[in-house]
């Protein structure tokens, strides 16, 4: 398989070259040259596998230049780092199927892709005798996750840079208690935002960035998508009523998870509808409603990996929608950047309306639904999966309702704890984490400093 940019102006590349390349050298995002499909029966073998099994069947269609024997390895590790067996259990509580998809490290859906993407780079780099060294901003489940996905490997350096003390207390422990020698952790004093331009400061000087082999993980990585196509196969499986095609509820912020589902769909996989679901960060939401894809200010919301008002891969669903159309997509990306926005006419956005609803859950609703839906099932889930589930109950459909709960709810506590007026439980993952040593590095609010400190730890 190679793979070709939603840009149309680079040649093709191999899985591998396409895994450490991120983005594409035309600015665009990669993308798989044709899409692999199952017949019926096939589905049908695949639901009977277990979750590495059924990760490898799909994955090795993409994966093409990789060893088959060399990629079951690197996908068995990844996800035997996940605290249960079944990797992705699948309960029923309330009338919906809440697919938990936080199983892995550090508690969020993010580790599904970053423990594979850990062990293919390594992989990589390993045969080619290559370095990388990761520098990424976070506001707190993508750097976990990917500080996770990478410690202690060989020919891996990672630096993430968080702000000081605007991290919650379990993220900030997640990050901080890992001391293997090939992870830094910077805390910043300044936002999130700076973070984010210093970032993007030392990735625009180019001769930097060669001379000390950096590179990014974030979710534009087409292995991310990748992995995450795996388990909507996995929970139509475990949601099957009578050959029912099922509805995905995805809480969504960069178009990432619910961009894999969309995927999937284009494999043959039968899916009624998606629902993505917001906060109050809303312009995905408008998007599907009106066809406004402009950004507005962000707003700090309880689900604060939603807070994102340009939506990354967003790119790559525009790609498929227009037919794989590269230089509409081009002229499209270029009306966002000079009007910071994109209207788009209602015929195609009742072509969107075919395949997906949306809906925005305020702060309060967050709050009310984590309350009642405790008080209803018992079950206790996250603010993230909140805005889902609100989404989720308002359905009125004869269709097994999947939502995707993606984070664990003793990630978020003081949220649960205001609404629901319950502690979640820690798991032992999070437990363990108490007291242990801690490596962080305060460092100031200047790009220069951040290179410097690079420099002398690489
Ligand atoms: C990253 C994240 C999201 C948003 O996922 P996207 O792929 O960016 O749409 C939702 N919930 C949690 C807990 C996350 O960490």
């Not at 990629?71 to 249960?84: H, M, N, V, W």
């Not at 509820?249 to 998606?274: C, D, H, S, W």
């Not at 506590?413 to 439980?425: L, N």
Request: glycine content about 6%; proline content about 5%.
């Amino acid at each position: 398989m190679r793979y070709v940019s939603t840009r149309g102006k680079v040649p093709a590349v191999s899985f591998k070259d396409a895994v450490m390349m991120g983005l594409a050298d035309d600015g665009g995002l990669l993308v798989p040259e044709s899409v692999p499909s199952f017949t019926t029966e096939e589905l049908t073998k695949l639901s009977a596998l277990d979750y590495p099994s059924l990760a490898y069947e799909i994955i090795s269609r993409f994966a093409t230049d990789i060893e088959p024997a060399e990629l079951k390895k690197i996908i068995e590790k990844s996800y035997a780092a996940f605290d249960t067996e079944e990797v992705i259990p699948v309960v029923k509580k309330g009338g919906l199927y809440i697919a938990e998809i936080f199983h892995g490290p550090t508690f969020a859906f993010k580790d599904i892709a970053l423990q594979f993407l850990g062990n293919l780079f390594e992989h990589i780099l390993e045969e080619r005798g290559e370095r990388l060294n990761i520098v990424g901003a976070t506001s707190g489940d993508t750097g976990s996750a990917a500080i996770y996905g990478v410690r202690g490997r060989k020919n891996i350096r990672i630096f993430i840079l968080h702000p000081k003390g605007r991290v919650s207390p379990v993220q900030e422990m997640q990050m901080t208690s890992v001391t293997d020698e090939n992870v830094f952790n910077l805390a910043v004093h300044g936002t999130f935002d700076d973070c984010q331009n210093i970032v993007k400061e030392i990735f625009g000087d180019l001769k930097f960035k060669h001379d000390y082999s950096l590179g990014a993980v974030n979710s534009i990585n087409w292995a991310r998508v990748l992995a995450q196509v795996v388990y909507y196969f996995w929970c139509s499986f475990r949601a099957a009523e009578n050959g029912k095609r099922p509805v995905f509820v995805v809480p969504t912020g960069n178009f990432g998870n619910i961009f894999a589902g969309y995927y999937a769909k284009q494999m043959g996989l039968p899916v009624e509808r998606f629902i993505l679901a917001t906060n109050e960060n809303n312009i995905l939401s408008r998007f599907i409603n009106e066809g406004d894809y402009t950004s507005k200010e962000v707003v700090a919301t309880y689900s604060p990996s939603m807070d994102i008002q340009i939506a990354s891969n967003f790119e790559r669903y525009l790609y498929f929608f227009y037919n794989k159309d590269a230089s509409k997509v081009e002229q499209l990306m270029k009306t966002l950047k000079a009007e910071k926005g994109i209207t788009f006419p209602p015929s195609d956005i009742a072509k969107v309306q075919e395949e997906f609803g949306t809906y925005s859950a305020s702060n309060d609703e967050t709050e009310e639904v984590i309350a009642s839906f405790y008080k209803n099932t018992g079950y206790i889930i996250d603010p993230h999966t909140a805005c889902g589930v609100a989404a989720g109950l308002k359905l009125d459909t004869d269709s097994p309702v999947i939502c995707l709960s993606t984070a664990h709810p003793a990630k978020f506590p003081d949220v649960v704890v205001k609404s629901a007026g319950i502690e979640p439980e820690k798991p032992a993952g999070i437990l363990k984490l108490e007291g242990l040593p801690r490596k962080v590095e305060d460092i100031s609010n200047d790009t220069e400093a951040v290179k410097e400190f690079i420099k002398r730890n690489v």
